[in-house]
């Protein structure tokens, strides 16, 4: 999920959307969309101090970001999260083009 509000609540309505789709119940589906926009789970990061210093070696760090962009990859083509702030050869990747070749 993204760290700011605007974000969360895209991410929130797209997970809620997909979950919905699948068959999920839609107690469960808004209990899940509830805590996404009101809690915080255990492993949040966003209000970290430590957050700054990590990304500050991501953007420093080639090597590391790169493995960053393949790992989140698909969080960018699947939610509607802002792909200006990756590196240009991950800005251009056609989301549906991609997501149908992995599917085959």
Same mark, same amino acid.
């Given at each position: 999920?993204?760290?700011?509000? =605007?974000?969360? %609540? ?6 809620? *959307?997909? !979950?919905r +789709? ?5 107690? &469960? #589906? ?10 915080e789970?255990?492993?949040s ?9 990590? =990304?500050?070696? %991501? ?6 970001? *790169?493995? !960053?962009h +393949? ?5 960018? &083509? #699947?939610?509607?999260?802002d792909?200006?702030?990756l590196d ?7 989301s549906?083009?991609f ?6």
């Amino acid at each position: 999920m993204g760290s700011d509000t =605007e974000e969360r %609540v895209s991410s929130a309505a797209r997970l809620a *959307d997909i !979950l919905r +789709k699948q068959g999920v119940r839609g107690s &469960l #589906v808004e209990k899940i969309h509830k805590n996404i926009l009101t809690a915080e789970t255990a492993h949040s990061t966003h209000k970290s101090s430590n957050r700054y210093e990590a =990304e500050r070696q %991501v953007r420093e760090d080639p090597f590391v970001r *790169d493995y !960053l962009h +393949k790992i989140y990859l698909f969080d960018y &083509l #699947v939610f509607p999260f802002d792909r200006r702030v990756l590196d240009t050869a991950y800005q251009k990747i056609d989301s549906k083009l991609f997501l149908e070749e992995v599917a085959k």
